[in-house]
C-alpha cells in the first residue's frame, strides 16, 4: 500500500516539517490549534498523522464516528484515520445532510479525507445539541454520498510546463516517460481542497510515483501546475513555493472567485489527465483565460 504523508491535514505544502517529519507533528498539531480529542474520545486525533495501513480499526471496524473540539466554536466528527475512498464517501455524504437541512447555529462544514469540521455559533447551538443533529443524521440514513463526476484535465508534461518531471523520474528510478505514462493512465479521486484556494489533493497515485516531498521547498510555481509528493497528487491554482514536484501544468482553472460555482471539482469527483503539446496548451489557456470551462466531464 502507498504510503501517504498525512501532514496535508493541515494543509501544509511546502515540504517535511522542520522538527524530523510525521513523528513530530504532534506538538506542532498543538501550537496550530488542531482539534483535539474531548476526555471520553479515547486515543488522540495526532495519531491519526502519521501512516497509512497501519493505524488501527479501519472504516468497517469503528462503531461510529468521534466528536473532536477545535475551540469553542467548531466540531470536528472524524470517521477514521486513513485516507479511503469509502471513509471518504462517509465524511462527504454527512456534509451534504447538513447542507440539505442545516442545524440551528450552523455556520460552515470543511470536508477533509476522513473528517468533517463543522464551524457553529455556540450562542445559537450547544454541543450536545449539534452532536445530537450531526448523530440524527446519520441514524435517519439521511447521509448518503453523491454521484460523482468523472473529469478530464488537459495536463501538458513537456519541458517548461512538466518543472521537476526529470528529477522526480530520476528519484524513482524511472524514465521520464514512464513517469509520463503512468500519471496520466491513472484515475483520480479528489478527496478536498485545502492549504489554497482551488488546491486539490488527489488520491489514486500509482504506487511506483509515490516520491516523498522535498526538505525545502522549491521556487514558486506558475498557477495550474499538477504536483505529486507524499503518496498524493494535487493540483495548484495559484503560483508557490512548494515542497512538492511539478510534473505538469494544466490550462484549466480549478478555482475561479468569479463563476457563480467559484470549484469546478468537487470533492468526491475523479479526474484523469489527458497529455497535450505546448501549442495545444497555449490555445486551450487563451480559452480558460475568456472564460471558457476546458475540461470534459462525464458521469462517474
Not at 8 to 15: H, P, S, V, W
Not at 150 to 167: M, R, S
Not at 200 to 217: N, S
Given at each position: 500500500?502507498?504510503?501517504v504523508d498525512l501532514n496535508a ?113 455556540p450562542l445559537r447551538v450547544s ?99 499538477i504536483l505529486i509528493g507524499g ?70
Amino acid at each position: 500500500m502507498t504510503t501517504v504523508d498525512l501532514n496535508a491535514d493541515l494543509g501544509e505544502g511546502f515540504g517535511t516539517d522542520r522538527r524530523g517529519g510525521d513523528a513530530a507533528m504532534p506538538d506542532a498539531l498543538g501550537a496550530a490549534g488542531t482539534a483535539r480529542a474531548v476526555p471520553e474520545a479515547g486515543q488522540d486525533l495526532d495519531q491519526g498523522l502519521r501512516g497509512t495501513s497501519d493505524l488501527g480499526p479501519t472504516v468497517a471496524e469503528r462503531s461510529g464516528p468521534r466528536f473532536l473540539d477545535a475551540g469553542e466554536a467548531a466540531l470536528v466528527v472524524e470517521f477514521g484515520q486513513s485516507v479511503d475512498p469509502a471513509l471518504n464517501d462517509r465524511v462527504l455524504a454527512l456534509d451534504a445532510a447538513l447542507r440539505a437541512a442545516p442545524p440551528e447555529g450552523l455556520r460552515e462544514c470543511v470536508p477533509t479525507y476522513r473528517s468533517l469540521m463543522i464551524h457553529y455559533d455556540p450562542l445559537r447551538v450547544s454541543r450536545a445539541a449539534l452532536v445530537e443533529a450531526v448523530e440524527t443524521a446519520l441514524e435517519a440514513g439521511r447521509a448518503e454520498a453523491r454521484a460523482g463526476t468523472l473529469w478530464t484535465l488537459p495536463c501538458c508534461y513537456e519541458p517548461g510546463f512538466g518543472e521537476d518531471l526529470d528529477e522526480a523520474a530520476d528519484r524513482l528510478a524511472l524514465a521520464p516517460d514512464a513517469l509520463l505514462r503512468q500519471h496520466a493512465g491513472a484515475v483520480y479521486r479528489v478527496y478536498m481542497y485545502g492549504f489554497a484556494p482551488g488546491f486539490a489533493y488527489l488520491g489514486g497515485l500509482p504506487e511506483a510515483l509515490a516520491v516523498p516531498r522535498r526538505p525545502a521547498p522549491r521556487p514558486p510555481h506558475p498557477a495550474g501546475a499538477i504536483l505529486i509528493g507524499g503518496g498524493l497528487c494535487a493540483v495548484g491554482t495559484f503560483p508557490m513555493p512548494t515542497g512538492w514536484y511539478v510534473v505538469g501544468r494544466t490550462p484549466e482553472r480549478l478555482y475561479a472567485p468569479e463563476r457563480a460555482e467559484p470549484f469546478l471539482i468537487q470533492a468526491g469527483d475523479s479526474l484523469r489527465f489527458e497529455p497535450v503539446d505546448a501549442a495545444a496548451f497555449r490555445a486551450l489557456e487563451r480559452r480558460t483565460e475568456g472564460g471558457e470551462v476546458v475540461a470534459r466531464r462525464e458521469a462517474a
